[in-house]
């Protein structure tokens, strides 16, 4: 993260908190503490800091928020993952190259006609699950989508 960007989200606190004042020397100290995080998260963790906090924040109590605001993220991906990889098995659709290679595999041990059947299927299956996706508005196979499909 940019030194600029975190200075934005200290003069926001700055704002905040009447008795928020940091010296240059103070400031290198966020900086160097923050370098190497995630711009959008740094943001989310200083509005939860503001909206949970009396006080002036400390480096140490932005971090703590921080790490939160991390794992809640972590959270929400593993959870996305995990719905995008029950549709697709719900679909049929493979989940990887080997899966799809051995799908492959497979169909040539088929005869013709069940395959070409069993390759239509499999893609009506695709094209059905991008165009629910579509109507709903959304990117087919998004994250976000599949969580929305697997918690409503």
Not at 38 to 67: G, M, Q, S, W
Not at 71 to 98: D, F, Q, S
Not at 111 to 135: G, H, L
Request: net charge positive.
């Amino acid at each position: 993260m940019t030194r600029e960007a975190i200075k934005r989200q200290l003069e926001k606190l700055g704002l905040v908190y009447e008795r928020f004042n940091i010296s240059q020397s103070i400031f290198n100290i966020w900086a160097g503490t923050f370098r190497d995080s995630n711009e959008k998260t740094f943001e989310r963790a200083i509005d939860e800091v503001i909206k949970h906090e009396e006080y002036p924040p400390t480096v140490a109590t932005v971090l703590r928020y921080y790490e939160e605001v991390e794992k809640e993220n972590r959270e929400i991906k593993a959870k996305a993952k995990e719905c995008y990889m029950r549709a697709i098995t719900a679909l049929g659709i493979p989940k990887n190259v080997e899966e799809f290679k051995a799908y492959l595999m497979m169909l040539n041990a088929v005869p013709r006609e069940e395959r070409i059947e069993r390759a239509e299927s499999f893609s009506t299956k695709i094209v059905n699950y991008a165009n629910k996706a579509t109507t709903l508005g959304k990117k087919p196979k998004s994250f976000i989508a599949l969580i929305k499909e697997c918690s409503g």
